[in-house]
């Protein structure tokens, strides 16, 4: 019985000569997917708890911080503390997993994707600095004690693994285009 002419072909969701078919870069995509996950649960758990007066204590997570920013009027806060630790690490995540998927690894393409990404990587760090003045901001308070959670350390871990997937890619893309 002869295919129908509306059959999707196999894999179309990938270009044919991008890294998510090159050997040693298969799980570059589904590692962005999971620090991706990673990322946005960070988001949510609390990174520490601000006790005040002793008996007054509050959970603080990214995302409610930015609101408050943003509910106090304060936007400029909100969009560093936003941009920096929120939409950037994601977008980051989101352009590798294009690159590894979509993007002709040996062609011009590739060398640009390399440039995007060195230029993604030197932003790596802002994002755990950006929670790093979170806390010290509020610890030189006199009214408040902090206590770091579990979040901070996501946060962390979710930075981390994103400098090494962008490092991997880098790699793999260079390699690439020396084949080629």
Known sequence: M????????????????ALAGRPGTFWIGPLAAANLALLVAAWFLPIMTLTRFWFWSDRVSLWETAAGLLHQGEILLFAIVAGFSMVFPAAKLLTAGWVWARVDAASGGGHRAVRLMEAL???????????????VAVKVSLVADVGVHSGIYVFAAAAALSIALMAW????????????
Do not use: C, N, Q, Y
């Open 2 to 17: 002869p295919k129908p002419e509306t059959a999707i072909p196999a894999r179309r969701w990938r270009h044919p000569k």
């Open 121 to 135: 990587g030197r932003w790596s760090m802002i994002d755990v600095f950006v929670v790093a003045l979170i806390v």
């Open 169 to 180: 890619i880098g790699r793999a893309l260079k390699r690439a285009a020396s084949e080629s």
